[in-house]
């Protein structure tokens, strides 16, 4: 599974890179704070893989990883996915390393 760091991420935000990012944390998570306003439920993406670019890197992201790293291992074997990133640490290393206004 490819990974990015919150690092690598920031910088890809701030450079404006063409991607998509993708929340699979459950709504109230998702109302606490994120990242992106892109968000579909872990117990959802599976069921609606159209959602998800085949076009462009793709990151997706939890709490610590753990969830979003089930959904991009799914994905890959059950769609044929090549595109897409794990946000390693999840949202907890970005509030750790990026923004620790960012609650988690």
């Known amino acids: 599974m490819k990974e990015v760091t919150a690092r690598e991420l920031k910088a890809m935000m701030d450079n404006k890179e063409d991607f998509q990012l993708i929340d699979v944390r459950e709504s109230h998570e998702h109302e606490l704070s994120h990242l992106s306003d892109e968000l579909i439920p872990m117990h959802d993406i599976v069921h609606q ?27 890959e074997k059950q ?26």
């Open 79 to 104: 769609f044929g996915f090549d595109n897409l990133y794990n946000l390693k640490g999840g949202i907890k290393a970005w509030s750790h390393e990026i923004d620790p206004a960012i609650k988690v």
């Open 49 to 75: 893989p159209e959602r998800v670019s085949r076009e462009k890197k793709v990151v997706i992201y939890c709490r610590s990883g753990s969830r979003s790293g089930v959904v991009v291992n799914a994905l």
